[in-house]
C-alpha cells in the first residue's frame, strides 16, 4: 500500500496530459511543492477543414493540468519558444504575499518575451477547488490555457457524495485566424471583432461543425455512478450555457468556493468562471449530448450561433447511435441567467464585513470615441464612425510599457497615477438615460489611474452596467482576492431598496454583472500588491475596461509585499 501511496503521488505530480482522473479516497500529501514546467510554442493543428499553427503550451490544446493540494506551494518553470510576449495568470489563486507571480501583462510583470525564461511561484494557501491558468497579454489566452485542480488536505472529505469519477469541461473558443494578430487589426480598426468560428469543449468543437464529425470530446460512463465535472470557462469574448440532455446538475462549488447543492437543468459560465457539478448517470443507457451554446445579453452584436457538442455516453450504447440532444436556453435568457445566480449560497455562514471602510461605485460601460485618424475608412469603423472603446467610471484603463507593480514597488514616477474616482464624475439614469448620442457624448478619458487601499481596509464595491451603446452582463474580474456577492438586482442601483444576503453569500472572484443591473460586492484589503480588476471579455479588456486596486503593505512581515524575484522579466 505504501508503494502504491507513493506512485499515486508521483502520477498526480507529473501528469500533465490527462484530462480526466479517478480519485482515491485518500488525497496526496499536502504542503509539499509541485513542479511543472511549460514551453509556451506553436503546434499545428486540424480544425474546422483548416491546417494552422496555434501557440500552445506543451503542444498541448487545451494545455497540461496543474494538480495540487490545499497549501501546496507550485513552482512552474515558463519557457517561451513562441515568436509572441506572453505572460501566464494563475487565475481565481489569490497569490498571498507573492503578487509579483499574478501574471497580467504591464500590470504585474513584464511579458516574458520570445526566447525567454520565468518562474513562476506561489502557495495555494487555504485554497482548494477548480481553477485554471491562461495567458495574460494580448489574446493569447484564445488557446493558451489550462486547468489548475486543487485537492483537500490529507483526510478531509469533499462535502458532498464522493464521485466515480472527475472529468474536466473546459469551454473555449476558437477562431481560424491568429488571435494575437486578430486584435491588432480589431484595435486598429477602432471597430467590433468578428465572432469565433467555432466554440469548442476541450478543444473539440463536435459535430455540428464543419470537418468535424470525429472532433469531438467524449465522457464514458457507468449506469447509476454520479461525476464530478469541473466545468471552466476560458473563452475570449463570449458567455455560454452548458446542459446535459435528460440529466440534471447539482452545483456544489463556484468559483473554487463550495456551495450550498443547487439542481439546475443548465448553467451559464462566463469567462474567467469555473463551476463544479454532479451529474449522476440515472436514464436509460444511451448517448447524450453536452452542449455548449451562446449567452448574448448585448444588443446588435454579432456572435457564434452553433452550438459545441460533445458525448455523455453511456457504457453498453450502440457506438453509432444518435446522441439525445441537449435543450440549452435561448441566447438572450436573462431569467435563465438570474435563476441560477438566486441558487448559489456558501455552504456554510461566511465572515462577510459588515462594516464598510472604504465604499466604490464604480460604473462598466461601453463608449464611443470620436474619429481622429486620418484614414477614418480604415480607422474609424466604429458606431456612426467612431472608435469603439470601454470604461470603468467614464475612465478607459491604458496600460503601461512598465508594469504598474515594479512602478510602484520602486517608485517610478509618471508611470499611474492614485485618481482612480470612488464614483463617477456624473450621475444620471445608467440604464434608462445613458448619453447615447454617438460618438458625441460617448466619449470617456483615458488614463493609468489607480486607487489606493489601506492594509486591511473593508471594501464594499457597486458595479453598475450603463446602457451607453448598449447593456450587457459584464463579467467582472479581481485579482488577488476572492469577494462575497453580497447582492445583485436590476436597474439603477438603490441603497434603499437593495437587498443583501450578509449570511451566507457566495464567495466568487469572477462575477457577472446582470444586464441592465447591478452587483455589489465586499471583501477585505488584506493582500498588499497591485491588482487588476476587469471585465474577462477580452475585447472589452483591449477597449480599457479595467482599472487596479492598489494595496499598501500592513506592519508585519506577513503584511508586507516581498522584494521582486531575480529572474523578473524586463520590458
Request: hydrophobic share 40%.
Amino acid at each position: 500500500m505504501a508503494s502504491f501511496t507513493t506512485s499515486l503521488m508521483l502520477w498526480l505530480s507529473l501528469l500533465f496530459c490527462v484530462h480526466t482522473v479517478r480519485v482515491m479516497a485518500t488525497w496526496p500529501r499536502g504542503r509539499s511543492t509541485r513542479f511543472y514546467e511549460f514551453k509556451i510554442q506553436a503546434t499545428r493543428v486540424n480544425k474546422l477543414c483548416n491546417a494552422k499553427d496555434i501557440v500552445t503550451v506543451n503542444n498541448m490544446f487545451p494545455g497540461p493540468v496543474v494538480y495540487a493540494q490545499e497549501d501546496d506551494r507550485i513552482i512552474v518553470k515558463v519557457t517561451n519558444q513562441s515568436p509572441y510576449n506572453a505572460t501566464i495568470h494563475w487565475h481565481g489563486v489569490r497569490q498571498r504575499l507573492s503578487c509579483w507571480f499574478d501574471g497580467p501583462a504591464y500590470i504585474t510583470q513584464c511579458p516574458i518575451q520570445s526566447g525567454q525564461t520565468f518562474t513562476y511561484e506561489f502557495t495555494m494557501f487555504q485554497q482548494k477547488g477548480t481553477f485554471f491558468w491562461h495567458a495574460h497579454v494580448s489574446w493569447l489566452r484564445g488557446t493558451v490555457y489550462g486547468a489548475i485542480v486543487v485537492y483537500p488536505k490529507t483526510g478531509v472529505p469533499y462535502p458532498f457524495q464522493f464521485p466515480y469519477q472527475e472529468h474536466i469541461i473546459i469551454l473555449g473558443e476558437y477562431w481560424l485566424q491568429d488571435v494575437v494578430q486578430l486584435e491588432r487589426q480589431v484595435i486598429a480598426s477602432g471597430g467590433a471583432p468578428p465572432p469565433s468560428n467555432a466554440y469548442t469543449i476541450n478543444g473539440h468543437p463536435g459535430p455540428n461543425y464543419n470537418c468535424s464529425a470525429n472532433d469531438v470530446y467524449k465522457i464514458e460512463v457507468v449506469p447509476g455512478k454520479t461525476y464530478l465535472l469541473r466545468l471552466i470557462n476560458a473563452g475570449l469574448n463570449m458567455e455560454n450555457f452548458f446542459a446535459i440532455a435528460n440529466h440534471k446538475l447539482t452545483i456544489v462549488e463556484a468559483d473554487a468556493e463550495y456551495t450550498k447543492p443547487f439542481s439546475t437543468d443548465r448553467v451559464m459560465l462566463g469567462p474567467g468562471q469555473t463551476v463544479n457539478v454532479l451529474v449522476t448517470a440515472d436514464q436509460p443507457i444511451g448517448k447524450y449530448s453536452m452542449a455548449m451554446g451562446p449567452y448574448m445579453s448585448a444588443q446588435g452584436v454579432s456572435f457564434q450561433n452553433i452550438s459545441a457538442i460533445a458525448y455523455f455516453q453511456y457504457l453498453g450504447a450502440q457506438p453509432n447511435s444518435l446522441a439525445l440532444p441537449a435543450t440549452l436556453p435561448r441566447f438572450n435568457d436573462n431569467l435563465a441567467v438570474k435563476t441560477v445566480m438566486d441558487g448559489l449560497r456558501s455552504l456554510n455562514p461566511v465572515p462577510v464585513p459588515k462594516e464598510i471602510d472604504a465604499n466604490l461605485f464604480v460604473t462598466i460601460g461601453l463608449n464611443v470615441q470620436k474619429c481622429r485618424s486620418g484614414n477614418p475608412q480604415q480607422n474609424c469603423r466604429g458606431l456612426n464612425n467612431g472608435v469603439m472603446a470601454a470604461s470603468m467610471n467614464n475612465i478607459s484603463f491604458i496600460k503601461p510599457n512598465v508594469s504598474v507593480l515594479e512602478a510602484y514597488y520602486k517608485k517610478i514616477d509618471g508611470i499611474f497615477t492614485e485618481d482612480f474616482p470612488e464614483a463617477p464624475l456624473k450621475f444620471y439614469d445608467f440604464v434608462n438615460g445613458a448619453p447615447n448620442n454617438i460618438p458625441n457624448d460617448t466619449n470617456s478619458m483615458n488614463g493609468t489611474r489607480t486607487k489606493v487601499l489601506e492594509f486591511g481596509t473593508r471594501v464594499q464595491i457597486i458595479l453598475q452596467d450603463t446602457a451607453t451603446v448598449t447593456t450587457e452582463n459584464h463579467p467582472i474580474h479581481l485579482h488577488g482576492y476572492n469577494f462575497y456577492v453580497v447582492g445583485y438586482g436590476t436597474g439603477n442601483y438603490d441603497p434603499q431598496t437593495a437587498n443583501f444576503n450578509l449570511i451566507d453569500p457566495p464567495y466568487m472572484n469572477t462575477i457577472g454583472v446582470p444586464v441592465g443591473g447591478w452587483a455589489a460586492i465586499r471583501f477585505t484589503a488584506d493582500n498588499p500588491g497591485v491588482w487588476f480588476m476587469h471585465c474577462h471579455f477580452d475585447i472589452h479588456q483591449s477597449w480599457g475596461l479595467g482599472t487596479v486596486l492598489i494595496v499598501k503593505n500592513g506592519k508585519g512581515e506577513l503584511e508586507t509585499l516581498p522584494h521582486p524575484p531575480a529572474d523578473f522579466p524586463r520590458c
